[in-house]
């Protein structure tokens, strides 16, 4: 079921039909899940292509099953570390298919200190800061971390 990997010569191909007003959008979501006594996340990447900053879009998306050790659910620091390494990750691997256009990198980071995923938002935006040289946008402009990479292990299910 997860063994497709986002085909960097297929995002390049697509990119070729579109011009420069092309907007990208690189996000990932995990999910926590116990399998017998350990716990496990699927991490969903995707890299959503908005056609010419006007037109429709297409969304290209991998899920990886890694064990996890933050067993406590209101500590995910770890799992949620791991969505910023992959997606920092994803965009040095395409970094020369997306230069040229106008790309932003999506976390799935609440800037609210009453969700646990506050605890790493510091980090998290230094890591991309510093790996990327982006500015990441945090929820609640980061929908393609929270909606589209969230939604994408339904779609491929």
Not at 64 to 89: C, Q, S, W
């Amino acid at each position: 079921m997860f063994n497709r990997k986002i085909d960097k010569t297929e995002v390049s191909e697509y990119l070729k039909n579109c011009n420069e007003n092309t907007k990208i959008y690189l996000g990932c979501d995990s999910e926590r899940f116990r399998l017998g006594d350990e716990w496990y996340a699927d991490y969903m990447l995707c890299v959503v292509i908005h056609v010419n900053g006007n037109s429709g879009g297409k969304i290209f998306g991998e899920v990886h099953r890694e064990r996890i050790y933050d067993n406590n659910p209101r500590k995910p620091g770890m799992r949620l570390m791991g969505e910023v390494f992959k997606v920092a990750e994803l965009y040095l691997e395409l970094e020369d298919v997306i230069s040229g256009y106008e790309t932003a990198i999506h976390l799935d980071v609440n800037p609210s200190k009453s969700y646990a995923s506050n605890s790493i938002m510091n980090e998290a935006l230094g890591y991309i800061r510093g790996v990327c040289q982006i500015e990441p946008e945090i929820k609640p402009k980061a929908w393609a971390a929270s909606t589209a990479a969230d939604r994408y292990k339904s779609l491929i299910g």
